[in-house]
């Protein structure tokens, strides 16, 4: 094929035509096209292998993150003491970078799930505890009472020995009554159940406590301090008294005769104060726990390590709280009403 031009001449008398064979400007075209398209297919595959290094690259701390948080779904995570160590490494927690955001938060996620994990642990760990505690205080009276029931059976004719038997039989029932009671009153303060509400005279509450501690316990120093107006406060009348009622009896039992003990009233709760040994010192940090006793081999009449429990729990219950100090001369406990 041939591409012609025609044209005139500025006389317009003549046409002058010119041809050219368009085989080889074909052919060129043609390889100019076949080259560029193939620089073209070039040029995509090396922008894709390196768009992909690139990428690669730039997602393998985010990999890095992913392996992290698959190594934490293996740990075994239902029970026991578990430790959850794992954590981002630090150069993947830059926040500045979208990758740093998710390994900090991942992080943060990490470190609760640990705390979380720890508090269970701690949390089972005092529930067998307690459960094994109440099970033993159970236990003992439930002895006893086996014990003196068979000398009776045994004993038929000697009515001393009954009239003995009798009398530990019901001083073990009333001691186990007493535990199996302050357990329940426990389990219902943890459960979260309200307690009664009404206006409580807690000037005439700690009159009334004090009073019975000093016919209780003659060799002790009892001294109440009031202030000359009424105090009143909001709460379970019954409860606040079991709250005064224990404070006092840890007093008297733990305290020597001679010991001065001082309840204080304020418009929002009150303080006792003696000036006996105190607590131990690794007994102090714990003295709210349930069980929590100086001795576990102490004489049975020290009660069994509920008392301060209960009453943290009252006061719990009635938004307020519980402070101890204690050293040799010098222990308070200081209760503050919601």
């Known amino acids: 094929s041939y591409r012609i031009a025609v044209s005139e001449t500025s006389t317009g008398s003549y046409k002058v035509a010119a041809g050219l064979p368009t085989d080889d400007v074909d052919g060129v075209v043609t390889t100019l096209i076949s080259t560029e398209a ?3 297919l070039l040029g995509a595959m090396m922008a894709a292998v390196a768009g992909r290094s690139v990428v690669r690259r730039q997602l393998r701390p985010l990999t890095e993150v992913a392996e992290t948080a698959h190594s934490v779904a293996e740990l075994p995570l239902d029970s026991g003491e578990i430790g959850v160590t794992e954590r981002v490494p630090g150069h993947l927690t830059d926040v500045r970078t979208e990758v740093g955001q998710v390994g900090a938060a991942l992080n943060t996620l990490l470190a609760h799930v640990e705390t979380s994990l720890d508090a269970r642990h701690a949390s089972e760990q005092r529930v067998r505890q307690f459960v094994a505690d109440a099970s033993h205080e159970l236990r003992t009276p439930l002895t006893t009472i086996a014990g003196y029931t068979e ?6 004719d000697d009515s001393a ?5 009798l009398a530990k039989v019901e001083e073990e029932s009333a001691r186990m009554t007493a535990l199996v009671e302050d357990l329940l009153l426990l389990a219902r303060l943890d459960s979260g159940r309200p307690l009664e509400r009404e206006d409580v005279d807690l000037t005439r509450l700690l009159v009334e406590a004090v009073s019975d501690a000093r016919v209780l316990a003659p060799e002790h120093q009892w001294r109440l301090e009031l ?3 009424v105090v009143e406060v909001p709460g379970d009348a019954l409860r606040l008294h079991q ?16 010991t001065t003990v001082t309840v204080t009233a304020r418009p929002d709760g009150f303080t006792v104060h003696d000036d006996g040994p105190g607590f131990p010192p690794e007994i102090a940090p714990h003295a709210f726990e349930r069980f929590a006793r100086a001795d576990a081999g102490r004489n049975r009449a020290g009660g069994v390590g509920l008392g301060l429990a209960l009453v943290e729990a009252i006061t719990a219950a009635h938004g ?11 222990t308070r406990i200081d209760v503050r009403l919601g």
């Open 38 to 40: 193939l620089l073209i």
């Open 151 to 156: 000398l009776a059976r045994r004993r038929p």
């Open 161 to 165: 020995a009954g009239a003995m038997a």
């Open 227 to 229: 202030p000359e107006d």
């Open 243 to 258: 709250v005064v009622t224990n404070l006092l009896t840890n007093a008297r039992k733990y305290t020597p005769p001679g």
């Open 320 to 330: 307020g709280t519980v402070r101890l100090s204690s050293e040799p001369g010098d």
